[in-house]
């Protein structure tokens, strides 16, 4: 709160001030008052005026300066009462009610929000779960009658299974904390798992598959690093390249006792320099994503997402119609030791 300011919003009192002490002054030489009394009233009249301004300065400036401080200072800014405590003067007062006010219409209307918004996200993932059962049945269906049902049938299956997943991973991906539990896992498992998964993609288009290294333990969860690998492992397929024997290579490699990093390469081709910045952004799907392949970009944002939330290091480097290598580390947390 600025001094100055505060003097111009106190204008009119200050000008009425003046004219009642001019009027009071001709007052006195009026009736002929000793040069003294003038004085000791000018003097009375100004330090008692000053103090009153000085007074309401100090005691409003320390409260809308705890206020300015402590909004600044605040993620949720509409918070700002939980603050402060009630101010000393009536303004304050005033103002302090109607913020409350607004504060508590503002809380019940996010509430209702949030809990319309939980009550969609519930029903997503009911409605995900039942269409993953006639997903299932159909794909067993073209399994087990191959003569009958064309190929191509199965991969639309699958795809249509794999972008039913992905929403399911997206809804749970902003309370994803309430889902996994992190344990000691068998990192050979998991990667065996999302290769079966995608065998069928990988014989089709004739992918040379090499796995390496992978006889580790590592801290995730099963269920969130297979979703995240699956989806690193779509892009390489989906993306590869038609002009060379295409391969994709899965190893991992222990750095020192705390550290496995987990690459995932392939010589398909590659991403612009341009797009490498902003391909874990939503919905960014580069000039692959718009001249080549279809793309949603949602992929790899979900998954880096997910990557946050599980303490795992994403990181991806690539180099345009060479490859593309996406890198997963995984920390070793000293702590889970002691409490085995």
């Known amino acids: 709160m600025k001094f100055r300011k505060y003097l111009m919003d106190k204008g009119f009192s200050l000008v009425l001030w003046i004219i009642m002490y001019l009027i009071l002054l001709l007052l006195m030489f009026a009736f002929k008052t000793e040069g003294s009394m003038v004085v000791a009233v000018t003097v009375i009249m ?22 300015i401080n402590n909004l600044e200072q605040l ?14 003067f009536y303004e ?29 996200k519930d ?5 995900i779960h039942e269409i993953k059962i006639p997903l299932s049945s159909l794909s067993l269906m073209a399994r087990n009658h191959r003569d009958t049902f064309d190929k191509r049938v199965n991969q639309q299956i699958k795809r249509l299974d794999d972008h039913v997943e992905q929403v399911l991973y997206y809804v749970r991906s902003e309370n994803a904390e309430k889902d996994y539990l992190i344990n000691e896992n068998s990192l050979n498992d998991i990667v065996s798992n ?29 269920k969130w690093l297979e979703f995240i690998l699956n989806q690193i492992i779509n892009n390489s397929v989906k993306y590869i390249n038609g002009t060379v024997q295409a391969c994709i290579r899965i190893q991992a490699r222990a750095e020192g006792t705390e550290k496995t990093v987990l690459t995932v390469y392939d010589n398909g081709i590659g991403i612009p320099e341009d797009d490498l910045k902003r391909v874990f952004e939503k919905s960014f799907t580069g000039k692959n994503g718009r001249t080549g392949v279809k793309s949603t970009g949602m992929g ?39 409490l085995k």
């Open 92 to 120: 304050g007062e005033l103002m302090y009610q109607f913020l409350y006010e607004i504060n508590k219409s503002m809380l019940e209307r996010i509430g209702e929000y949030e809990f319309s918004i939980n009550d969609f």
């Open 75 to 88: 993620d949720k800014k509409y918070l700002i009462l939980e603050t402060v405590n009630m101010p000393e």
């Open 300 to 338: 790899l944002y979900i998954a880096k997402k997910l990557c946050d939330k599980l303490g795992h290091g994403l990181m991806i480097e690539s180099r345009e119609q060479e490859y593309t290598k996406v890198s997963l580390v995984f920390m070793r947390n000293p702590y889970f030791d002691v």
């Open 46 to 67: 100004s330090g008692c005026g000053i103090s009153i301004l000085l007074i309401n300065f100090f005691r409003k400036k320390r409260f809308y300066d705890e206020v």
């Open 123 to 127: 029903y997503v993932e009911m409605w």
């Open 194 to 222: 999302v290769v079966m998964r995608n065998k069928d993609d990988l014989l089709e288009k004739n992918i040379e598959l090499t796995v390496s290294g992978v006889d580790k333990l590592i801290l995730t969860d099963s």
